[in-house]
């Protein structure tokens, strides 16, 4: 019943590794979103999907490469990981401009 | 200038009380205003959301949207040692429709 899930909820990596992260939403909506927490709290935008479509692509390494098979999915691959990248990783959805809900988010440590 | 800025606290009351939360945000062309909340380790969680001027009521909280002023508040009232938590303020604007624009937070601690 889980309305944004993503898995894993824990990665742990070494450097250079490459690692995905999956996200499903069963809410409906039309919009979906990956951000970034860091150790500082804030929270970055990084892509947005509408609708398989990507609409937000913030400043962000080509490392990072995100994929939406359909309007309830979004994925997120890592290429050549960075100790920089630790953070987590929270995936969200809406329905169109309006409220985001929010995935229990996944916590990546690189080594 | 932030876009969005919040007091950062740590915002201390005791139980009982009304904790007061501000967030300001540059952009006057903002169009909608959440509040999240976000417990250590957790993800944030929508508390509430304000489109139009004046107060906004759910429960133990109230939402304040002054867009002349350019300001949004949060008022939690009876805090509980449950509240305590980082309160996120988000601002979406008119031109980037699905982009919300996000304050650092402000770290309340209501006190037993």
């Known amino acids: 019943d889980t309305a944004v899930s993503q898995t894993p909820k824990y990665l742990v990596t070494q450097m250079g590794n490459d690692k995905s992260i999956k996200c499903e939403q069963n809410?409906?909506?039309?919009?979906m979103y990956w951000y970034k927490q860091d150790s500082k709290k804030f929270l970055k935008i990084m892509f947005s999907?509408?609708?398989?479509?990507?609409?937000i692509n913030e400043t962000v390494p080509n490392r990072f490469s995100p994929k939406s098979p359909d309007k309830a999915h979004l994925n997120l691959h890592i290429n050549s990981l960075e100790l920089g990248d630790s953070a987590v990783y929270f995936c969200?959805?809406?329905?169109?401009?309006?409220?985001?809900?929010f995935g229990e988010g996944s916590r990546l440590t690189v080594l | 200038q932030k876009e969005v800025e919040q007091n950062s606290g740590p915002l201390s009351v005791p139980e009982g009380a009304i904790a007061s939360l501000n967030c300001t945000y540059s952009?006057?062309?903002?169009?909608?205003f959440f509040w999240y909340r976000q417990y250590s380790g957790k993800s944030p969680e929508l508390i509430m959301s304000?489109?139009s001027n004046g107060d906004k009521e759910d429960g133990r909280f109230t939402a304040q949207l002054n867009k002349a002023s350019q300001y949004v508040s949060l008022l939690i009232r009876d805090s509980q040692p449950s509240d305590s938590a980082t309160y996120l303020c988000?601002?979406?604007?008119?031109?980037?429709?699905?982009?919300?624009?996000w304050g650092l937070g402000t770290s309340l601690a209501v006190n037993p």
């Open positions: 969200a959805s809406s329905l169109a401009a309006g409220e985001l809900f």
């Open positions: 809410l409906g909506h039309d919009t």
């Open positions: 999907y509408n609708n398989k479509e990507l609409i």
């Open positions: 952009d006057r062309g903002s169009q909608s």
């Open positions: 304000i489109y």
């Open positions: 988000a601002v979406r604007n008119a031109g980037n429709n699905r982009k919300l624009i």
